[in-house]
C-alpha cells in the first residue's frame, strides 16, 4: 500500500512537463529555486509549488543554504518507479512472446492443413 502510494505521487509528478524540466536541469547538478526559475520565465511561488509537489513525491530534497533553498535530486523514488515499469514490460514481452508463438504455431498447422494449390499451367507441364 505504502508502494502504491509512493508511485502515485512520483507517476503524478511526472505527469506535469514542468516538473520533469526541473528533473532534468537538477540532473546536471544542484540548483536553487532561484536558478530553477530564471529560464521559464515563472514566479518563485509558482516554482515553489512544483519543488514541493516534487518533493512530496521524494523526487527532490531541498536544503535552507542561507537565505536560499538548494534543490539536489533523489534517485530512490525513480528508482522504485522504474522497477515497476520494469516488471510490467516483461510481463507484457512474456505475453506478446507467448500470442507470437500461438499464431506462428496456428498459421504452421493452418499452412500445413492446406491442400496444394492447382497447378498453372494447361497441361500440367512446364
Same mark, same amino acid.
Request: contains cysteine; hydrophobic residues 35%; proline residues 7%.
Given at each position: 500500500m505504502v508502494q502504491q502510494k509512493t508511485l502515485d505521487r512520483v507517476f503524478a509528478s511526472l505527469a506535469d512537463p514542468t516538473r520533469r524540466d526541473i528533473l532534468i536541469r537538477l540532473g546536471t547538478g544542484p540548483a536553487t529555486i532561484s536558478e530553477l526559475t530564471e529560464p521559464t &520565465?515563472?514566479?518563485?511561488?509558482?516554482?515553489r509549488k512544483h519543488v514541493r509537489a516534487l518533493e512530496d513525491a521524494g523526487l527532490v530534497v531541498t536544503q535552507k543554504v542561507g537565505r536560499s533553498r538548494q534543490c539536489r535530486l533523489s534517485e530512490a523514488p525513480l528508482d522504485a518507479a522504474m522497477a515497476w515499469i520494469s516488471f510490467y #514490460? #516483461?510481463?507484457?514481452? #512474456?505475453?506478446? =512472446? &507467448?500470442? @507470437?508463438?500461438?499464431? +506462428?504455431? +496456428? +498459421?504452421? =498447422?493452418? @499452412?500445413? @492443413?492446406?491442400p496444394d494449390p492447382p497447378d498453372p499451367t494447361p497441361s500440367g507441364h512446364a
Amino acid at each position: 500500500m505504502v508502494q502504491q502510494k509512493t508511485l502515485d505521487r512520483v507517476f503524478a509528478s511526472l505527469a506535469d512537463p514542468t516538473r520533469r524540466d526541473i528533473l532534468i536541469r537538477l540532473g546536471t547538478g544542484p540548483a536553487t529555486i532561484s536558478e530553477l526559475t530564471e529560464p521559464t &520565465g515563472m514566479s518563485l511561488t509558482g516554482m515553489r509549488k512544483h519543488v514541493r509537489a516534487l518533493e512530496d513525491a521524494g523526487l527532490v530534497v531541498t536544503q535552507k543554504v542561507g537565505r536560499s533553498r538548494q534543490c539536489r535530486l533523489s534517485e530512490a523514488p525513480l528508482d522504485a518507479a522504474m522497477a515497476w515499469i520494469s516488471f510490467y #514490460r #516483461r510481463l507484457w514481452a #512474456r505475453r506478446l =512472446d &507467448g500470442l @507470437d508463438a500461438y499464431l +506462428t504455431l +496456428t +498459421t504452421e =498447422d493452418r @499452412d500445413h @492443413d492446406a491442400p496444394d494449390p492447382p497447378d498453372p499451367t494447361p497441361s500440367g507441364h512446364a
